[in-house]
């Protein structure tokens, strides 16, 4: 199989395919941080690194997949991959429903959208009465504007955040549809919030967060949605930060 | 209540005096890291700071304790204590009973031993075949020497070590005899090894460990307990560490 993204995704994929014996290829970008080419490759996978701000991973994988005749896995914007990542949300529903709890808020980070639209589809069949809130670097924030003009648009190109797994160029026409249906909310969070949110959570929850899956805990902390009084399930959906980065979040 | 205490009992007793409304005081080593200071203020503990090297924290909390009338809460030398310790080994039991899973092994990192007696009994409960090992920091092997010997030793005064948890002077009577009773063995671990277990759950567990809550997965990782092809259950007892040594850790 082949996949391309900017890191979680294509270690899911290295990891389920190195499960099933089958050789994995993945386009991954060259910044992207050394702890996820480092277990995407730890799991067996060819990694093709290319340049960010100046490459297409998208054409570069078409070309690799014809070329090899390889299937591709792409990270977002496929019913079955949103499906798969909703089973975060299923996960989730099942757990508070069987401690007879309630969700009124539900914060998901997004990038391409295929996460956020797959566990707000998981939670809204759970209780549809749910709000579901996109969380974005600020920036980033093409899924809030896509939404609220009606058609997909861009992030304009370069611009930095340290949520490196959210940096795509648009959203997918799926999770468009998908988010839209679920009449999502959007937010964003600077880079300050989101190392605010990493610290917290090193020091309360003892979790190791990476920048992009402490976003939507930042928006919770920073008062970007209506949390008081109500049951907000934050996703965290990422830990694959290089060491030296964490280090310096947290002397910050 | 009064409590004496390193760390984590500290904030255990503080937090649950919070929880029951009843007012706590904590006589705490003046070098403990400032996040267990913090977390023990936090939930509204009085702290009486003291020079670990040279004062008697026992002395210091029967003064106070005769002075205010205050109820003791032991770090580890009563059976009550160690049965709310072991409360650990008896949520383990249950988890993996519950998924039909059988125990070989378990670490359990030790000072006074009442963390380590509690859920040693409630594993051996479980399954008495179940290997019960308990983990030290080099150089303060007061465990290990008192079980050989048949007889309560103390460690040598002064010795250093990463684990500032597990720095106490002897290990408790109950805590003795408990170990015995177990038939548990004993191993130690260095500083290094207890970097390389930090780091090692910070990449791939995503977990914030402290030193002493990490020297049960050190003594795993270091072959110091067989733990090749058996089901082995690594307490992770801590995560109370501050920042700056965290970071430390992570570059080192």
């Known amino acids: 199989v082949l996949a391309f993204s900017s890191g979680n995704h294509a270690i899911a994929v290295a990891q389920a395919a190195a499960a ?17 080419r480092e277990t995407a490759a730890a799991a067996g996978a060819e990694l093709v690194l290319y340049d960010r701000l100046t490459e297409s991973r998208e054409a570069i994988a078409a070309a690799l997949a014809q070329e090899r005749s390889l299937p591709v ?38 990038s391409g959208g295929g996460l956020a639209s797959g566990v707000g589809v998981a939670l809204k069949a759970f209780d549809p009465a749910i709000d ?40 997918g026409a799926h999770p468009f549809a998908t988010l839209r249906a679920l009449e999502a909310r959007t937010v964003t969070v600077t880079d300050a919030e989101v190392r605010r949110a990493m610290r917290l959570a090193f020091e309360t929850l003892k979790l190791v967060l990476e920048p992009s899956g402490a976003a939507a805990l930042a928006a919770a902390l920073a008062g970007k949605a209506d949390v008081a009084g109500r049951n907000v399930v934050v996703l ?13 979040v947290l002397q910050h």
């Open 20 to 36: 099933f014996h089958v050789p994995a290829t993945i386009v991954m970008p060259a910044d992207a941080p050394a702890a996820k």
């Open 73 to 110: 896995v792409p990270p977002f914007d496929d019913p079955f991959v949103m499906a798969g990542q909703g089973t975060a949300g299923l996960e989730i529903a099942a757990d508070l429903g069987a401690r007879g709890e309630r969700i009124d808020l539900a914060l998901i980070c997004a």
């Open 132 to 171: 579901v809130v996109v969380v974005e670097p600020d920036g980033h924030d093409d899924i809030a504007r896509s939404l609220s003009s009606g058609a997909i648009v861009r992030n304009a190109p370069g611009v930095r955040s340290i949520c490196d797994g959210l940096l795509v160029e648009q959203m």
């Open 236 to 248: 965290a959906s990422g830990g694959n930060v290089d060491p030296a980065v964490f280090a310096a």
